[in-house]
Protein backbone atom coordinates (compact mmCIF):
# COMPACT_ATOMS: atom_id res chain seq x y z
CA UNK A 1 0.00 0.00 0.00
CA UNK A 2 1.49 3.58 -0.88
CA UNK A 3 1.51 5.04 2.90
CA UNK A 4 -0.29 8.12 1.55
CA UNK A 5 -3.13 6.51 -0.48
CA UNK A 6 -5.22 5.96 3.51
CA UNK A 7 -5.15 9.29 4.07
CA UNK A 8 -6.41 11.75 1.26
CA UNK A 9 -9.60 12.20 -0.28
CA UNK A 10 -12.62 11.33 1.15
CA UNK A 11 -12.32 8.37 3.69
CA UNK A 12 -15.85 7.16 4.93
CA UNK A 13 -16.70 6.22 8.77
CA UNK A 14 -19.13 3.79 7.06
CA UNK A 15 -22.41 2.89 9.37
CA UNK A 16 -22.98 -0.50 10.16
CA UNK A 17 -26.17 -2.15 8.79
CA UNK A 18 -28.50 -4.06 10.51
CA UNK A 19 -31.48 -6.06 9.68
CA UNK A 20 -34.71 -6.03 11.01
CA UNK A 21 -33.38 -9.08 13.74
CA UNK A 22 -30.66 -6.95 14.79
CA UNK A 23 -27.80 -9.03 12.93
CA UNK A 24 -25.02 -7.43 11.12
CA UNK A 25 -26.20 -7.14 7.16
CA UNK A 26 -23.19 -8.37 5.59
CA UNK A 27 -24.36 -8.33 2.30
CA UNK A 28 -26.01 -4.85 2.42
CA UNK A 29 -22.29 -3.91 3.90
CA UNK A 30 -20.47 -4.64 0.61
CA UNK A 31 -22.37 -3.35 -1.77
CA UNK A 32 -22.36 -0.21 0.41
CA UNK A 33 -18.63 -0.03 0.39
CA UNK A 34 -18.32 -0.54 -3.00
CA UNK A 35 -21.09 2.26 -4.03
CA UNK A 36 -18.77 4.74 -1.89
CA UNK A 37 -15.33 3.47 -3.47
CA UNK A 38 -17.58 3.80 -7.43
CA UNK A 39 -18.31 7.43 -6.08
CA UNK A 40 -14.37 8.34 -5.65
CA UNK A 41 -14.21 7.78 -1.88
CA UNK A 42 -10.07 5.93 -1.21
CA UNK A 43 -11.08 4.57 1.85
CA UNK A 44 -12.90 3.03 4.09
CA UNK A 45 -13.35 2.85 7.62
CA UNK A 46 -15.71 0.27 9.73
CA UNK A 47 -15.90 -0.15 13.37
CA UNK A 48 -16.22 3.85 14.54
CA UNK A 49 -18.26 5.73 16.26
CA UNK A 50 -20.98 5.89 13.49
CA UNK A 51 -20.56 2.20 12.59
CA UNK A 52 -22.27 1.93 16.34
CA UNK A 53 -18.43 0.14 17.21
CA UNK A 54 -19.46 0.04 21.04
CA UNK A 55 -22.64 -1.92 20.84
CA UNK A 56 -20.52 -4.51 18.31
CA UNK A 57 -19.19 -8.03 19.94
CA UNK A 58 -15.15 -8.83 19.30
CA UNK A 59 -16.12 -11.38 16.89
CA UNK A 60 -18.74 -8.86 14.83
CA UNK A 61 -16.02 -6.66 14.78
CA UNK A 62 -13.96 -9.18 12.88
CA UNK A 63 -16.52 -10.42 10.98
CA UNK A 64 -17.07 -6.85 9.33
CA UNK A 65 -13.54 -6.64 8.72
CA UNK A 66 -13.27 -9.63 6.86
CA UNK A 67 -16.76 -8.95 4.60
CA UNK A 68 -14.91 -5.90 3.77
CA UNK A 69 -11.66 -6.59 2.88
CA UNK A 70 -13.04 -9.28 0.72
CA UNK A 71 -15.69 -6.86 -0.97
CA UNK A 72 -12.85 -4.06 -1.18
CA UNK A 73 -10.34 -6.40 -2.30
CA UNK A 74 -6.96 -3.71 -3.95
CA UNK A 75 -9.86 -1.11 -4.67
CA UNK A 76 -9.45 0.45 -2.00
CA UNK A 77 -8.09 0.43 2.03
CA UNK A 78 -10.05 -0.75 4.68
CA UNK A 79 -8.73 0.99 7.97
CA UNK A 80 -10.01 -0.67 10.32
CA UNK A 81 -11.26 1.45 14.29
CA UNK A 82 -9.74 -0.25 16.97
CA UNK A 83 -11.14 0.64 20.41
CA UNK A 84 -12.61 -1.43 23.09
CA UNK A 85 -13.45 -1.12 27.41
CA UNK A 86 -9.61 -2.95 28.03
CA UNK A 87 -6.13 -2.52 26.39
CA UNK A 88 -6.14 -6.01 26.09
CA UNK A 89 -9.00 -6.28 24.09
CA UNK A 90 -7.51 -3.28 21.88
CA UNK A 91 -4.25 -5.24 21.46
CA UNK A 92 -5.90 -8.18 20.40
CA UNK A 93 -8.77 -6.14 17.89
CA UNK A 94 -5.29 -4.50 16.50
CA UNK A 95 -3.63 -7.90 15.52
CA UNK A 96 -6.29 -9.53 14.28
CA UNK A 97 -7.14 -6.94 11.62
CA UNK A 98 -4.33 -6.64 10.50
CA UNK A 99 -4.08 -10.60 9.96
CA UNK A 100 -7.63 -10.10 8.59
CA UNK A 101 -6.01 -7.52 5.62
CA UNK A 102 -7.17 -4.60 7.33
CA UNK A 103 -4.46 -1.99 5.28
CA UNK A 104 -4.52 0.68 8.24
CA UNK A 105 -5.87 1.14 11.16
CA UNK A 106 -7.55 4.13 13.16
CA UNK A 107 -6.50 4.11 17.03
CA UNK A 108 -9.33 5.26 19.90
CA UNK A 109 -8.91 5.96 23.10
CA UNK A 110 -10.39 3.29 25.66
CA UNK A 111 -14.45 3.28 26.32
CA UNK A 112 -16.03 4.80 29.04
CA UNK A 113 -12.58 5.12 31.37
CA UNK A 114 -11.04 8.43 30.71
CA UNK A 115 -7.85 9.60 32.49
CA UNK A 116 -4.58 11.39 32.16
CA UNK A 117 -2.41 11.09 29.43
CA UNK A 118 0.14 8.71 31.60
CA UNK A 119 -2.60 6.02 31.83
CA UNK A 120 -3.58 6.79 28.00
CA UNK A 121 -0.33 7.13 26.63
CA UNK A 122 0.31 3.78 27.63
CA UNK A 123 -2.76 2.33 26.85
CA UNK A 124 -1.94 3.75 22.86
CA UNK A 125 1.54 2.86 23.31
CA UNK A 126 0.17 -0.84 23.98
CA UNK A 127 -1.78 -0.97 20.33
CA UNK A 128 0.35 0.85 18.73
CA UNK A 129 3.49 -1.88 19.65
CA UNK A 130 1.43 -4.73 17.93
CA UNK A 131 0.91 -3.70 14.98
CA UNK A 132 3.03 -2.87 12.25
CA UNK A 133 0.09 -0.95 10.28
CA UNK A 134 0.27 2.21 9.34
CA UNK A 135 -1.81 4.01 12.13
CA UNK A 136 -4.32 7.06 12.47
CA UNK A 137 -4.78 8.74 15.57
CA UNK A 138 -8.56 9.35 16.54
CA UNK A 139 -9.18 12.50 18.54
CA UNK A 140 -12.66 13.16 19.79
CA UNK A 141 -12.80 14.71 23.38
CA UNK A 142 -16.25 15.37 23.09
CA UNK A 143 -17.40 12.26 22.72
CA UNK A 144 -14.65 10.26 24.69
CA UNK A 145 -13.57 12.67 27.18
CA UNK A 146 -9.89 12.65 26.39
CA UNK A 147 -8.14 14.96 24.88
CA UNK A 148 -4.67 13.80 22.91
CA UNK A 149 -3.23 17.77 22.77
CA UNK A 150 -0.62 18.28 19.65
CA UNK A 151 2.48 17.78 21.86
CA UNK A 152 1.32 14.14 23.01
CA UNK A 153 0.16 13.59 19.22
CA UNK A 154 3.84 14.59 18.55
CA UNK A 155 5.24 12.46 21.02
CA UNK A 156 3.51 9.37 20.06
CA UNK A 157 4.34 10.34 16.18
CA UNK A 158 8.20 10.36 17.24
CA UNK A 159 8.17 7.52 19.11
CA UNK A 160 6.34 5.31 16.90
CA UNK A 161 6.97 5.54 12.82
CA UNK A 162 3.65 3.78 12.20
CA UNK A 163 1.82 6.64 13.31
CA UNK A 164 0.87 8.58 9.42
CA UNK A 165 -2.12 10.51 10.60
CA UNK A 166 -4.68 11.58 12.73
CA UNK A 167 -8.46 12.15 12.65
CA UNK A 168 -9.05 15.88 14.18
CA UNK A 169 -12.35 16.43 16.26
CA UNK A 170 -12.05 18.68 18.46
CA UNK A 171 -13.89 21.16 16.70
CA UNK A 172 -10.52 23.43 17.43
CA UNK A 173 -9.47 23.84 14.06
CA UNK A 174 -6.23 25.40 15.62
CA UNK A 175 -4.80 21.92 16.65
CA UNK A 176 -4.04 21.65 12.67
CA UNK A 177 -1.58 24.84 12.81
CA UNK A 178 -0.30 23.51 16.26
CA UNK A 179 0.29 20.09 14.78
CA UNK A 180 2.02 21.51 11.98
CA UNK A 181 4.32 23.43 14.28
CA UNK A 182 5.36 20.77 15.98
CA UNK A 183 5.77 18.14 12.66
CA UNK A 184 5.90 19.85 9.95
CA UNK A 185 4.61 18.02 7.16
CA UNK A 186 5.39 14.73 9.21
CA UNK A 187 1.72 13.46 9.65
CA UNK A 188 -1.19 13.80 7.37
CA UNK A 189 -4.23 15.83 8.95
CA UNK A 190 -7.52 14.34 8.70
CA UNK A 191 -10.90 16.47 9.37
CA UNK A 192 -12.95 14.25 11.70
CA UNK A 193 -16.33 16.33 12.25
CA UNK A 194 -18.26 17.07 8.79
CA UNK A 195 -19.50 20.79 9.08
CA UNK A 196 -15.62 21.82 9.65
CA UNK A 197 -14.51 20.36 6.08
CA UNK A 198 -13.67 23.15 4.17
CA UNK A 199 -12.10 25.08 7.30
CA UNK A 200 -10.20 21.97 8.05
CA UNK A 201 -8.72 21.71 3.91
CA UNK A 202 -7.77 25.50 4.21
CA UNK A 203 -5.61 24.48 7.06
CA UNK A 204 -3.94 22.11 5.24
CA UNK A 205 -6.02 18.60 5.95
CA UNK A 206 -5.19 16.28 3.36
CA UNK A 207 -8.24 13.53 3.71
CA UNK A 208 -11.59 13.68 5.21
CA UNK A 209 -13.17 10.72 7.51
CA UNK A 210 -16.72 11.58 6.92
CA UNK A 211 -19.82 10.68 7.65
CA UNK A 212 -22.77 12.16 5.70
CA UNK A 213 -21.16 10.53 2.67
CA UNK A 214 -22.62 7.55 3.57
CA UNK A 215 -25.44 8.74 1.65
CA UNK A 216 -24.25 11.39 -0.24
CA UNK A 217 -20.85 10.64 -1.67
CA UNK A 218 -20.55 12.12 -4.77
CA UNK A 219 -21.45 15.36 -3.15
CA UNK A 220 -18.96 14.93 -1.01
CA UNK A 221 -16.07 14.05 -3.15
CA UNK A 222 -17.11 16.81 -5.01
CA UNK A 223 -16.66 19.40 -2.12
CA UNK A 224 -13.59 17.98 -0.97
CA UNK A 225 -12.21 18.32 -4.71
CA UNK A 226 -13.28 21.96 -4.73
CA UNK A 227 -11.70 22.93 -1.66
CA UNK A 228 -8.67 21.42 -2.21
CA UNK A 229 -8.50 22.89 -5.77
CA UNK A 230 -10.27 26.40 -5.36
CA UNK A 231 -10.41 26.82 -1.56
CA UNK A 232 -13.02 28.77 0.18
CA UNK A 233 -14.68 30.38 -2.29
CA UNK A 234 -14.81 27.43 -5.10
CA UNK A 235 -16.68 25.37 -2.28
CA UNK A 236 -19.28 27.61 -0.55
CA UNK A 237 -22.11 26.84 -3.37
CA UNK A 238 -21.96 23.24 -2.27
CA UNK A 239 -20.62 23.48 1.14
CA UNK A 240 -23.85 25.83 1.65
CA UNK A 241 -25.97 23.00 0.03
CA UNK A 242 -24.64 20.67 2.27
CA UNK A 243 -24.28 22.06 5.19
CA UNK A 244 -27.57 21.32 6.82
CA UNK A 245 -27.07 17.95 6.41
CA UNK A 246 -23.08 18.10 7.74
CA UNK A 247 -24.52 19.24 10.94
CA UNK A 248 -26.30 16.53 11.43
CA UNK A 249 -22.72 14.80 11.96
CA UNK A 250 -22.55 16.71 15.05
CA UNK A 251 -25.26 15.61 17.95
CA UNK A 252 -25.74 13.51 19.98
CA UNK A 253 -28.33 11.43 16.94
CA UNK A 254 -25.88 11.73 14.28
CA UNK A 255 -26.19 7.73 13.63
CA UNK A 256 -29.40 7.96 13.14
CA UNK A 257 -29.56 10.84 11.52
CA UNK A 258 -27.09 9.54 8.95
CA UNK A 259 -28.90 6.29 8.45
CA UNK A 260 -31.88 8.80 8.21
CA UNK A 261 -30.47 9.92 4.92
CA UNK A 262 -29.57 6.75 3.90
CA UNK A 263 -32.58 5.52 3.89
CA UNK A 264 -34.04 8.48 2.07
CA UNK A 265 -31.56 8.17 -0.55
CA UNK A 266 -32.39 4.37 -0.85
CA UNK A 267 -28.74 3.34 0.52
CA UNK A 268 -29.86 1.29 3.90
CA UNK A 269 -32.06 1.32 5.78
CA UNK A 270 -32.60 3.52 9.73
CA UNK A 271 -32.19 0.59 11.65
CA UNK A 272 -29.43 1.11 14.66
CA UNK A 273 -28.98 -1.34 17.61
CA UNK A 274 -30.08 -0.43 21.13
CA UNK A 275 -29.55 1.56 23.31
CA UNK A 276 -29.94 3.47 20.20
CA UNK A 277 -33.34 3.91 18.94
CA UNK A 278 -34.96 4.92 15.52
CA UNK A 279 -35.91 8.52 14.88
CA UNK A 280 -39.60 9.03 16.01
CA UNK A 281 -42.60 11.76 16.10
CA UNK A 282 -41.55 15.33 15.14
CA UNK A 283 -37.84 14.95 16.12
CA UNK A 284 -37.27 12.46 12.69
CA UNK A 285 -40.38 14.67 11.17
CA UNK A 286 -37.86 18.12 11.65
CA UNK A 287 -34.73 15.55 10.18
CA UNK A 288 -36.65 14.85 7.03
CA UNK A 289 -37.85 17.92 6.35
CA UNK A 290 -33.85 18.73 5.81
CA UNK A 291 -33.11 15.91 4.40
CA UNK A 292 -35.73 15.93 1.47
CA UNK A 293 -35.51 19.68 1.38
CA UNK A 294 -31.56 18.92 0.23
CA UNK A 295 -32.58 16.22 -2.02
CA UNK A 296 -35.43 18.31 -3.62
CA UNK A 297 -33.12 20.74 -4.29
CA UNK A 298 -29.77 18.23 -5.04
CA UNK A 299 -27.21 20.19 -6.94
CA UNK A 300 -25.73 18.76 -10.67
CA UNK A 301 -22.17 17.86 -10.73
Not at 12 to 31: E, M
Amino acid sequence: MNELSCWRGVVPAITTAFTQAGDVDHDFLARHANWLVDAGCSGIVPLGSLGEGATLTFEEKLAIVRTLVAALGSRAPVIAGIAALSTGEAVRLARECERLGARGLMVLPPYVYSSDWREMGAHLRAVLAATALPVLLYNNPLAYRTDFSPEQVAELATEFPQVVAIKESSGDIRRFAALRALLGGRLQLMVGIDDALVEGVAMGATGWIAGVVNAFPAESVRLFELARSGGSDAAMELYSWLLPLLRMDTVPKFVQLIKLMQARVGQGSEQVRAPRLMLAAEERAAALRIIDHAIATRPRL
